[in-house]
């Protein structure tokens, strides 16, 4: 358009100039096509597949809440499929929107359409497949048509149906993923068998199904179903199904054998003493683990799905009797609630199911390690994990429980308190330095000894900047490394190590940009942030970090301790599934012996009481038992001389 | 959620606005001062000297050496100028800085006692209400001027004038008792108490014009305390000394103690430390004897009243160890020990006499007598009526000295040096 405006006097060069900088829409010619703005925008959304679900929706919800109950979200997403083929209700929402697209041009096909349209190309199939109901059909044919429509086969060529007679009689066919199953089972205990000639001795009239899960199939674990949508999602998981002629069942196999990463130790969370095994990618793996160590038949674990797209799973394992209901409940329901395409991993279950978004502090704990998961199960929190990443959340939590590691209890209390008041000073230097450093030099400067004042002064003199302006930047470029840090590709990584210590050293004093002091203070904030064991803490305390430097910068230690104050009101405010955030400080509940201080592992003999678990004693009067005991043997002693 | 953390931060940000007290001030922007003089004025009321380290650098031009030198010794620099105010005087000093002046780190406060003769009310009730002066500030009494005493203030072991400040007066209190040290907030309540009058270390240029280079030592027992200020027999070190305390009745400096009557003033305040005190060889006049002594308990002070005129008894308790002898008469024995206390007794009695009398003669209670004799009055009113400064001089005091040998050093035993003529 800009072109149109402009041509009369531009020259021809000004025109090619113009023509490579301003936007416009590709030509066919040029064989570009573009996304930005596409030809059914808006119509998009009222599109008959979506606008029949949405003028199915409020007569649906009932039924689709049904679903849910079921724990089916699979099935939801048949409901929607369904719901799409069926056009009864749309008939008037289509009017209007044929109203709307006049302008618009063709629409796409849609891919029961183009299922459409390919079947009609291959004639000489008689079997329909089963549109209109979930129920597998007794016809082979037929269920094999629907399969390979559901799967979009050939398109897909993932999935295999594989077509074969059961003991060169009936005929059956196999479905599975490529790459999910094992083959070993397959080829060697599942084909096999069924294939022989001596399968059938004693075959009756009926459906063979039920014999042949009796009888032929030596796997594991079978399963029958007569619903597709059951079965789609199962084939899915790594299961293979059979179909079998004449059945209006299918059976489902355990077969799963699909590629994952071995137990190895945590990552994120080392200990010296201690367990070195951690969490794989694998749920079913990340629940063994747990299991492994808590061998109680009251350790439940409830499989609920998550993502309405890619069915993930998360397990949420709990102590039935230890924990209390009212949070099992709280953490189902919220599970349950999630309504998103993709949910994978613990981290966006955290965001979905946390009581307050919008704060820095994390309100679940996570941990990479088996023991760890184990004890908050003891403790009588539930446990979420959740497919696809090495991780388990456990809720409710505390402020204080972010500063246990598994280490605590496995070395002996002196140890472990030593190390968890180092980690405190951690987030002390962390949180406060950079901004005490501020107020001190800018308002304070009667607190820093005489002679270390003049050296700060002195060592000012060449800095251009004002102090705010330095510590922002030391503390920036600190953030930089440390993010680089993580992104880097560890073959370059020793570049990064280089590069830091100049930024974070003698470079950046030599040039004037800082003050030596502050680099001392740089690279203790940073230390002490990496001994905050709690990553989702450790960052929001980078940020609280900067909050600190600017109300120092202010308002000097005053700005602080407003600041500070202003922190501590919302955590205050803060819940994480029904438990205050800084009980049992505050408010204060009963104190249980490992808040900040651990007494010694004897002497911890009651739940934390805030968790309100429904067995509250966690041990016995140990060392008093075996020491009472020994003085009744000697008295029995004594007696008998 | 969302909202009501927006709201607080928002009410932080305006808080901020509103205050109005953004007084901060960049580490480098003030001039620090270390020492401050106080003069007579020539041309105005006062005049003030200020010491205040230069934070420029030895080669200057922030080179490739970077920043992390410290500061080399004695790089400061001194500014005197006659002000009606210290206050005044700190505006007018600024005028030919860049900086502001904070003084807040200042240690020492110099009174010449030419000036101190005359009072020290003019300033002493001003400086203190500045948020800068601090109650910690050390108060000294120059002899000279102080701002010639502040140019010679650079001590020679170290550049670090601050601790170097601290120093002095901690080794004096701690380790000789031949000086005192006190801070503005004791001078200023002492100067405002009816119990005691303030003491103030002394302190002056030495120009090492005492001591000389050759010739006999005199017959006469010197001791180590028995010098003022600027009179030490040395040569080398710093240029000036600490030595001995400077008595003020009212604001006014009146006389001064020498260091053996400081070391008494302490010891009946109980707050002398320890002190090698030297005295003679009981057996033989010309020799000396160094007594390791220190105080064993708090001084025993009773006042009563006989006649209607205050009576005090002071008991001193010491103990201490031999340090020195000059002879090798066995002083450890059992037989010799008790002679060696005696004299050692009386010794110190007969210093801390004369003390007692020189204050008396100068109406000064620099030992804190009046906080005993304060015991004998129900009321502050009865107390203040009665004027215990102005009675010290009627006062009668008797001194009692207690003191044990409690080790004799290294050597539990002196052997006679052998002489080849046989003589022991």
Redesign the interface.
Known sequence: MIMERLDLPVPGLLKTILKSVLYKEPNNEELGFELLEGENEGVEQESPQNASGKGDQKASTGQRDDSRQQGNAEQKRNDRQQSDTNHQGDKKMQGNIKTQRKNFRKQPLKVDEWNGNRKTENTGNTCKPQNNSDILSTELCSNLETIRQKFLIPKNQDVITREFKIGRKIKAFMVYVEGMIDKNTMNLAIFPHLMSKDVFEEIGEDCPVDYLMENVLTVHNVRKTDKYSYTVMQVLNGMSALFVEGCGECILMETRGFEKRNVGKPITETVVKGSQEGFTENLRTNVTLVRKIIKNENLVTEMLPIGNTNHSNCAVMYLEGIANTKVIQEVKKRIKKIDSDFVLGDGMVEQFIEDNPFMLFPQVIDTERPDRTASFIMEGQVVIIAEGAPFALAVPVTFFRLFHTSEDSFVRWPASNFLRYIRLLGLFCATFLPGMYVALTLFHTEMIPTELLIFIAGAKELVPFPTILEVMMMEISFELIREGGIRVPSIIGQTLGIVGALILGQAAVAAGLVSPLLVIVVSITGLGSFAIPNYTLAIAVRIERFLFIFAGAVLGFYGISLMAMLLAYFACSMKSFGVPFLSPVAPKTNVNPDVIYRHPIWSQKNRPDYMNAYNRKRQGNNQKLWISEDDQDKKGKEDKT | ??KS?SI?LMC?FI??LL?A????????E?A?V?TIGVDKGVSNVLRFTFQI?S???DGGG?G?S???E??SAGHFTIISLDAPTFHSGVDMAETSFSRKL?Y??A?YLLISEELAREGVERFINGMIRSR?I?HSMYIIIVRGKASDYIEEFNPVLTG?I??AQDGFMKISNKDDGLTISTNYHNFISDLKTAYRTPVVPLTAINDFSNYEASGAPPEIFKSEGDYYAGELPRSGGNKFEFFGTALFEGDKMVGALNGDETRAMLMVRGEFNRGSIAMTDPKDKKLRITINASQQKKPGIKATFIEGKPVINVKIFLEGNIQNTQSSTEYESVKLKPVLENAFREYVKGILDRTISKCKNLNVDAFGFGEKVVMHFLTIQEWEKYNWLGRFKDTEVTTEVKFIIRRTGTMLKTNPIQHSNGEK
């Open positions: 959620m969302h953390v607080a932080v808080i901020c205050t007290c953004y007084d901060g001030r960049e580490i480098d003030w620090y270390y380290p934070l420029k650098r922030g490739s970077g920043g992390t410290s500061q904070n807040m780190h240690n800068q601090r670090a601050s601790k």
